[in-house]
């Protein structure tokens, strides 16, 4: 049977619109709305996310007439609808009646209505107030046709640390654990004293003397994903029972640290994001194509949603730089390229009122002639010739590990330095591959890696017994395997493993360390050995952090040149001479012409060649092949010319190309082979 | 009927003295303060502001013993006194028996005695015994000879954010709205599903989750100034229902953002502010000036006080950069040509104990042969011989527009960039007029502008109808109008207004904008067109915030030269064919001379003069009209010469003075036409 | 009678080992443990110090057989125990089972357990139940052949704001100020209406709306340390009452804010310190000096302990640099020097488990075979080589007056320039001390100066009257006097005493002033009088504050040269024409050269030579004499030569050495006369 998802996009095409919140607006503007939506080609809006104070204006009472009207309205525009439940933001009247609904935070401050999310995921009296007018919602529009897609809460994030967190926190702990000895096993209690008598006597993270037990806090951000993540399954479950068939999800905001989504993606029947990049950054490109890469990562490679993005500058920073149209339409098409089905923002129209007022949308408030409504309108129109690309899939032959678990372990306090952040680390791997044009896979440690014939390992600090056997597998098989520093520290429980590090893979490095080194501020030099690379780097500098190590069994690639650890490995590279393939072990944080020296050579060794050789974005052209598909982004500002041999028909213009093609300044071209003549 | 606060200046010349605290001193001590005051030349002492302990050790006994005999000890000294109301710091035994006297913060920490301001405004325990103790104070004495000024409360600027707040806040609502339907309209409720049941639901803005409300948050401004000022307004009453007849007023704090001064300015009977200017801030006697007018504006142009400065260093800084007695002279000299007809201090003796021990005073801990009371003993000498100005206007033909609740609407989180900021904007505009020499009232929008030739709004956010109205009526009449960036962008309820920018006034602008845009942290070159301008500025360029503008019938002045505005225009400038001054618009922030260049094209086009030609501040001499006297300020660190056409007296020295005047470096004139010999 | 602490150095020689927690292993590791511990040299390990949850899982309840266990394994391999009591860190039953024991932070929030230290000091329940187990364990352990020391507590430094610590304030100001009215003189309640009631109405410092009161903020710190001292001595009197005869002592943490160790010394029996210096800072030698001249300062001389430092990096600062093998022995070997008869460390075993998982251990989680762990074993056989040292004195003719009493009343806000920090002065006075290589012992105000040639007060801002009368002996008798800025300011409850300052001895100094003044970010020029300096310094800078200052009956050595100060006195000398030593005002915060200048004035006028002529630190060779040993340390990055006339052996390589030794770079000797052959 074909994925659900896949039958929406069948049906409509790439999906092209936003969040839509009538509630704002009189019912006039609907109209006007409806007949603006068509003209920029928008097939699917979301509505309902912030509705339940006017669903229901006191407690028990409904109005969902006004909701009748709307869908209707859209319907009869041609125009489908992804209805959330409304339960990421109660009614001012929860939190007065049961304050007990209100999050707690980690001073013991109970947060107030005023604002949204006031509600704590461990609430008893929010979950069954969310769950009845879920229930209602679904009961009445299952099978409206104009719902095609159903919204399960907005950004799931919240974190409470009072008593009704407290109590469900035990409840958690008490089946992880078992008893309290297991507990105080797992949470190394001898330390400090902390040894627990009982379950009742286990609190969340609170304002502590000093440093808190660093598995405490690990298990209380498990506990807060999975008790958020249980809020949207029994939202999913109930609208499920009133006999919804089309997909239901809820929307993801990329490398967010409060839920993980390696967790939550097996419960959404399409994986949706929602990515804001930093105008300000110079790399955000990349960013954001390692964010896309995650979330085709996180659905095993089925197509996805980015399901809010601004249509020009955001309002939430100190400082919100704008987004050119250009821009606007590069970065909908990386995630397009990059397997998205839908390109979907943060709003349709710009609100009046509210914490949002200066948020950009689809029609600002100037209306619709202006930059970023025009942007808005040509990107309608790109997106309808798209429609082939639907449901199809992106080939890659290099994996990138990443998990939560291990994100959140490794940045517990009470560190060699601070300074080392996982997130730095992944995307620092990430960037030599996406200069290089190398189209990479985001994998969960302990998945299998059978289609890889590179991984990548930044940083999983956290290697448990499946990740270590993946791994090995891998190896075995014959593909490289490219180590980053603190990977392999801890267990599950975040206890440092003894003995040399990365104590479970030493053997399989070649190489192995004593002690982890941070480094002064001003970094030290490194030295690239002559003889053993693909691509000889120049010498580089190190930062932040790096370890004593010694090469075992390995080649040094790369040698601290002064400082605590002058003349000792940076760099090592395990050729084994039977089977197997080599095995990279970074242990500092080097420079980016080093890593990316290093990535280059083990890319040459795997040999793994760009997507699309010839045209990588490090000269200025991102390229990715999506099914038959080359998609082709100018992100330089002049013209480039790209060799692609064959025939090719580009779909954004319709035109033909042969062998070579000119994409102008911030221009894009996406071919598909050309149809016999 | 002359002004009462006439009256008093008519008695006493122009006062000058300061805060005086006999009870943390001996009687013998009082003996030698009235003495040293009448050597130094003080004719004023503010005494009791943090007496209400001593008078009310204990709850409801009384002691006013000692408040009889300073008062006589003073008058017997002739020293006229201002008197106190002691109610800005109640006694710790308040906070005690009365917790729901102390204010609760944002955070819902109760704050505690220990310090001073500990009360909550809307506490009715707290209101009862402050008013309580001021009618028992006014009995006693209203008709005491010494007393010539009353002073209620003392910087008024406490925040409740707990439950005694709460109650008041929903009654003011009540008031303000009417209706929880007006309520909900006006807050913008149906985003993030903040919709209120009822006024009982409402809460003042606390921890939330994220952004509070804009306009939950303005109100609370709102109320929490008004909730400051029925304090005083309680306390004043009581004092002229015991039969008191001369001024009474409270201290104001220049640019203070808790409270709406142009709503306080009615109920005083002469404005009177403390002045703290930074001394490490090389713009400061600009910024001065500023406040200076903005009090003289607050009065409709009558004289005021200057309440409190400090005769050195102050100590409430992370550092405090010491005042040297010639500044000290040049800023006193300043505020009474700026319309000040009192000169005061905190405080004439230097306390050793408490937190503000090293907060310079009148007499320092080392006594009277110091640097710092020579200059005092100087300075009062000076101001004996200005009593012919007590009583005189300042006159302008520039009015500059500030008001509180834009400001505070202007800065509600969640915005483009959060790096505009409206006082910043306010002195940017006030800053070239200073340099110029050109006098200038600060005026309310809304209030009439018929007296200007020229009309300054640096960034006026909420326009309303009074001052739309007002803005085109000193357009139709003529005078030249300059608008600055995100003026009129807001209704008074905080409510973006849709269509392009500025929505109210863009017709008489000339020119209307689609987009606010954050510039990138380097700024951005502009480019002034060759043609139009006064006086030709060379390139320059623009930081923090920019508009994406068309000229729909205006002269293009200024062009971005680069970046998402490239080639747009910067500055505009509506010339109408017909009758009606020109409209200047800049939208973004523009370097100093750029923005200097703007004003003096306005300067220029209506024709308005320096207040003494030739003598201006950015040549070292400030210079003001006051009534017939001159002012002339030398800021310069070197001799100038001023050309003053005619025969002067300078009142300091009482030399005469023909055509020109040279002042020594820091030095200072009051020029006053010569007497027929 | 010998000391008690001396008889177990008789026994032992110089300590050596550290914090050891078997709680965190398994008894077959403790096996490892002992004969690791053998071979690395440790003669004693500090045990217990974590355990109470151990001992006591449930009220009441008491498990000491594992302890039993432990301390036999020990002893049988020859190790001593530090026995603690566990009472830092309760188990988290504790504050479950009674709220009231954990502490309430400013703010108002109980913080919780999951870290430790979660104790309020004035805790009835808490201090009886840390007394019982106490008292089981001094029972069961009285006697212990393996227990040659008792350690108490851990770091005491627990602050409590709530009703326990109010109450017991309370109490302790009864005892202070006998009635209300001395509370209220001594704390200025005249300022702000603060006036108390009663002793009932008294609150610890919380949230206050602006500055709280400056004595009510001394008096709570003074509170806090004697609280935390009474905790300590409730305990250390119950290990006494049951027999203890060997010595109790708890471990300090240099010049840490919360707890006045002069008030502390005379209540241990061996003076402890924990020792951090941060690595990263290029003057941490000599800070670390400063702090050993402390610790053998609060012991009138005697040999104290090194009882906490780390054998590589910390784990607690943001970024915690690495301490070389070389870099540890230097700083071990300058702690014996300085008169350290100890060298422990913070712990034996790296933990794999909690907040310190990271922090660098003698054993790492790596082994044996490691730098580090080499480094330890090399440490202790030097260590084992210094026996004869032993129980020996450091002689120094320059005392350095310290205590905390000012410096908590020095930085209370409000003041003229928060940048002046009493440490910083503190440390800045005594560096180039450190450069010249002179002896310093570092004396309390008011304690007897009778054994030194030069007193150095960099800033004792409360000066009383013991401290005036023995700085007055001290130059009467002829020994110089080195006075620095803010001196002599207040008095003993934070009043400033009147008139011109340094109040109290300005006819000493021959110099007085009038103002303080904070000086512009960029400092101003010094100019330094040709004629009287011992060593001519060039011209040089004053930073952060400066006095306006009148040479009354001293020399002019430096003059400010610009600003508010210029041509005023910078740094005074007085020479008396009789008896007397000269005395030298410095009134700014020199740059290093040039307060480098004025003390080398002083040691000249004083005839103090360097402890080692030609060997000092300036030059890369620390050197100090210890009994009749000399230790040169050689912390330059070449060999050094060090003049040593007459013959010697090295105690650390048993060869003999003859008027010269050459250090390698970073190497050190202990050399000790040679005995006649």
Same mark, same amino acid.
């Given at each position: 049977m074909q994925p659900i998802f896949d039958q929406v996009t069948d049906d409509l095409g790439i999906l092209y619109g936003g969040d839509y919140n009538p509630e704002q607006w009189d019912p006039a503007v609907w109209r006007e709305d409806a007949r603006l939506m068509r003209e920029a080609g928008v097939n699917l809006v979301t509505v309902g996310v912030f509705s339940w104070a006017r669903y229901e204006p006191e407690p028990g009472v409904r109005d969902f007439a006004w909701m009748d009207e709307v869908l209707d309205l859209l319907h009869a525009h041609g125009i489908a609808v992804d209805l959330a439940t409304p339960t990421a933001s109660p009614p001012p009247w929860l939190g007065v009646d049961h304050p007990d609904t209100l999050p707690v935070d980690r001073d013991g401050v109970r947060l107030v209505p005023g604002s949204r999310n006031q509600f704590s995921p461990s609430?008893?009296? +929010?979950?069954? $107030? $969310?769950? $009845?007018?879920?229930?209602?919602?679904?009961?009445? +529009?299952?099978t409206h046709p104009a719902v095609r897609? #159903?919204?399960?809460?907005?950004e799931y994030g919240q974190v409470d640390h009072g008593e009704e967190a407290a109590r469900e926190f035990r409840r958690w702990l008490r089946e992880r654990y078992g008893t309290v000895d297991g507990l105080n096993a797992a949470w190394g209690t001898t330390f400090w004293s902390q040894r627990y008598r009982?379950?009742?006597? !286990?609190l969340p993270p609170r304002r502590t003397p000093y440093l808190v037990n660093p598995t405490q806090s690990l298990d209380f951000r498990r506990f807060t994903s999975d008790e958020l993540l249980a809020c949207y399954r029994e939202q999913r479950d109930a609208i499920r029972a009133a006999g919804v068939t089309v997909p239901v999800t809820t929307n993801f905001m990329g490398f967010f640290a409060l839920a993980d989504y390696w967790a939550w993606a097996g419960e959404v029947d399409v994986v949706a994001d929602d990515q804001y990049p930093d105008l300000a950054d110079p790399r955000s490109p990349a960013d954001s194509a390692l964010v896309q890469d995650l979330m085709r990562g996180l659905g095993d490679g089925a197509p996805w949603m980015l399901m809010e993005q601004a249509a020009g500058a955001t309002s939430w920073r100190e400082h919100n730089l704008p987004r050119t149209p250009e821009r606007l339409r590069l970065d909908s098409l990386q995630a397009v390229a990059r397997g998205a089905d839908g390109v979907c923002f943060f709003q349709w129209r710009a609100s009046t009122v509210?914490?949002?007022r200066f948020h950009s949308a689809m029609l600002p408030h100037a209306g619709v002639d202006t930059r970023v409504h025009r942007g808005v309108q040509r990107l309608g129109a790109d997106l309808a010739r798209l429609r082939p690309v639907a449901g199809t899939r992106v080939p890659a032959r290099t994996a990138l590990l990443f998990d939560w678990e291990s994100w959140w372990a490794a940045e517990e306090p009470g560190r060699v330095t601070e300074r080392l952040r996982?997130?730095?680390?992944?995307?620092?791997? +990430?960037?030599?591959?996406w200069d290089r044009g190398v189209a990479v896979d985001v994998v969960r440690p302990g998945a299998s890696l059978d289609a890889y014939d590179l991984v990548v390992v930044p940083q999983t600090y956290v290697l448990d017994d499946a990740a270590e056997a993946a791994l090995r597998k891998a190896a075995a098989r014959g593909a490289g395997v490219v180590v980053g520093p603190m990977t392999g520290v801890a267990d599950g429980n975040a206890h440092v493993v003894?003995?040399?590090f990365p104590a479970r893979v030493a053997d399989?490095?070649?190489?192995?360390?004593?002690? #982890?080194?941070?480094?002064?501020?001003?970094?030290?030099?490194? $030295?690239?050995?002559p003889g053993p690379w693909a691509e000889l780097p120049g010498g580089g500098r190190a930062t932040v952090h790096g370890e004593l190590l010694r090469a075992d069994d390995a080649t040094v690639l790369a040698t601290f040149a002064e400082g605590y650890l002058a003349g000792l490995p940076a760099v090592t590279r395990r050729d084994p001479e039977g089977p197997g393939g080599s095995v990279w072990y970074v242990g500092t944080v080097l420079d980016e012409p080093l890593l990316g020296a290093v990535l280059a050579d083990a890319l040459a060794r795997c040999a793994i060649e760009p997507a699309v050789p010839g045209a990588v974005a490090a000269g200025g052209v991102e390229a990715v092949v999506r099914g038959d598909a080359v998609f082709l982004l100018n992100r330089s500002d002049t013209a480039r010319t790209v060799a !692609?041999?064959?025939? #090719?028909?580009?779909?954004?213009?319709?035109?033909?190309?042969?062998d070579a093609v000119t994409l102008p300044a911030h221009d894009a071209a996406v071919l598909t082979p050309a149809k016999s003549s």
């Open positions: 609430s008893r009296v +929010y979950r069954a $107030a $969310a769950l $009845a007018i879920t229930r209602d919602l679904a009961a009445r +529009y299952a897609m #159903w919204h399960v809460g907005n009982s379950f009742d006597d !286990v509210g914490a949002e996982t997130l730095d680390q992944v995307r620092a791997f +990430y960037r030599p591959l003894p003995g040399r399989l490095a070649g190489a192995s360390g004593e002690e #982890w080194v941070a480094l002064p501020d001003a970094g030290v030099a490194v $030295a690239a050995e !692609v041999p064959g025939r #090719w028909t580009d779909l954004l213009t319709g035109r033909d190309v042969a």
